[in-house]
Every structure is written in C-alpha cells, then in structure tokens.
Nanobody, 119 residues
Framework: VQLVESGGGSVQAGGSLRLSCAASGRTFSRMGWFRQAPGKEREFIAAIGFSGNIDYADSVKGRFTISRDMAKNTAVYLQMNNLKPEDTAIYYC???????????????WGQGTQVTVSS
C-alpha cells in the first residue's frame, strides 16, 4: 500500500492545520497517524478502524480529530487545533495499525509531512 500525506506546514501556537492521507493499492485497514519530534522516538497520535472506532494519544485528546472519507474508505484526515510548540514533528500516515492501550504499531508508513508550531 502506498500512503501519500499532505497538509503539513508552519503555524503559530494556537493555530490549526489539517493533514490528509490517501492510501492506494489495498482496501481500508485501521489507519492513523504517528509523529516523530527531533531527538525523540516515534509517537502514536490517533487511529481509526473500519467500524469507526477511534483511539487518541492522551497528549492530543480534545485538540486533534481523526476522520476518514466514508465514500473513498482509503483516505484519512487529522484536524489539529490549538497547536502547541511541542506538537512540532514529522507526522506520518500509517496503515494496518495494531495495538491499543498506549502500545501501537503499523505495517505501512508514508514518507511524512513536517508540522512546525512556533511560539
């Protein structure tokens, strides 16, 4: 499966960005987003399953919203509101997410899109 992200960029603290991801080559699987900040390990952000069940990392609950295109079924989005400087990272779209309760992994990764939040 190929994953193509878009929508990253630079924004001031308190601002918003919307990331998009299109998957091709496979049917819908549990998809979502991870991120990696400079000098830190990759971090799970959010996932959405085929039935619409959603998981969020505690660090983004109430600020980020994951959704998917019900018609296309292979597109997912991440609406990020009230962004903070600590949200600065490369954001990766992922396919085939497994796990729950804070431990997640994914079988396919996009190339990532940079999100930079300035104070």
């Amino acid at each position: 499966v190929q994953l193509v992200e878009s929508g990253g960029g630079s924004v001031q603290a308190g601002g918003s960005l919307r990331l998009s991801c299109a998957a091709s080559g496979r049917t819908f699987s549990r998809m979502g987003w991870f991120r990696q900040a400079p000098g830190k390990e990759r971090e799970f952000i959010a996932a959405i399953g085929f039935s619409g069940n959603i998981d969020y990392a505690d660090s983004v609950k109430g600020r980020f919203t994951i959704s998917r295109d019900m018609a296309k079924n292979t597109a997912v989005y991440l609406q990020m509101n009230n962004l903070k400087p600590e949200d600065t990272a490369i954001y990766y779209c992922t396919w085939g997410i497994t796990g729950n309760g804070g431990v997640y992994s994914a079988s396919n990764w996009g190339q990532g899109t940079q999100v930079t939040v300035s104070s």
